[in-house]
C-alpha cells in the first residue's frame, strides 16, 4: 500500500475510490481489543440517491459487528484474489496491516448503525458509511471472471449451510453448481479458493452422504 489509512486527513470532502452500483462485494477491515485487524467479506449497498450514504448489514454477533461499534470506523477494500475473499468471508482472520496486498483501493470509513432487526433467527444491523481517506493501489483493465463471481456466490452459499431458516439441500445444490463454474470458467487461483471452501466446509461429503440417505 502506498499510505496507511488516516496518515493524510484532508479537509476536502473524501470519495469512494471506486463506482458502486448494486452491491458490491469488498473485504473490510476492523481493529479488534488485540490491536489486530479482522478481516472479513462485506456487501456495500449503493444507494439510489447519490447524495446519501453507502450502506452495508452485518449479521449476527460477528467481530466486524463488535469492532463496528467499539472504534466506529473501519478500512473497506476491493481485493482481487479469490482466496483472499474466501479467507475474509469463511474464516477467522487478523492481520497487523489493515489493508491487504491484493487490494487495488482502500478506503477508510466512519459507521454509525442507522438499523437494527431480526431475520430467521439471526440479528442484524445496518451501517451507513461515510468516507475519511482513501487511496489507491492499482489501476488495470476491469474484466470479469465467471469463475471469481462463483467463488463469491459459494461463500453465501456455505454460510447458510448450518442456518435453519435456509434448505441445506438447496444450498449444496448450489455449491456443486457453482463448484462446475470455477471448474469451466476460473483460473488457478478461483480453484485454489474454492477448494478452500470446500475443506472449510466439507460440503462435498455432506452432500454424498445425503444423497445415499435418501436411497
Known amino acids: 500500500m502506498t499510505a496507511e489509512p488516516g496518515a493524510d486527513e484532508s479537509e476536502t470532502e ?10 458490491t462485494e469488498s473485504v473490510v477491515a476492523t481493529l479488534g481489543p488485540n490491536d489486530l485487524w479482522n ?24 467481530r466486524t459487528r463488535r469492532n463496528f461499534h467499539r472504534q466506529g470506523r473501519g ?26 496486498d491484493s487490494a487495488d483501493a482502500w478506503v477508510e ?17 445496518r451501517w451507513e458509511l461515510r468516507p475519511a481517506d ?5 489501476t488495470r483493465p476491469f474484466t470479469i471472471n465467471r469463475g471469481f463471481g462463483a467463488v463469491v456466490d459459494a461463500t453465501v452459499a456455505a454460510s ?3 442456518v435453519p431458516a435456509f434448505d441445506t439441500d438447496e444450498l449444496l445444490s448450489r455449491l456443486a453448481y457453482f463448484a462446475e463454474t470455477v471448474e469451466k ?3 488457478p487461483r478461483e ?9 472449510l466446509t466439507g460440503w462435498r461429503e455432506r452432500a454424498s452422504q445425503r444423497r445415499n440417505e435418501s436411497f
Open 14 to 23: 473524501v470519495e469512494w475510490p471506486v463506482d458502486l452500483r448494486g452491491v
Open 160 to 162: 447458510r449451510l448450518d
Open 39 to 62: 478481516v472479513a467479506a462485506l456487501g456495500l449497498h449503493a444507494p439510489a440517491d447519490a447524495d446519501k450514504p453507502v450502506t452495508a448489514t452485518t449479521w449476527g454477533n460477528t
Open 134 to 138: 482513501a487511496g489507491v493501489e492499482a
Open 191 to 199: 480453484r485454489d479458493a474454492f477448494a478452500r471452501i470446500d475443506e
Open 109 to 125: 470509513v466512519e459507521v454509525t448503525q442507522v438499523e437494527s432487526g431480526e431475520d430467521g433467527g439471526t440479528r442484524w444491523e
Open 75 to 100: 478500512v473497506v477494500q476491493f481485493v482481487t484474489d479469490p482466496v483472499d475473499f474466501v479467507e475474509a468471508a469463511m474464516t477467522i482472520r487478523e492481520t497487523e496491516s489493515p489493508v491487504l
Open 185 to 187: 470458467c476460473g483460473g
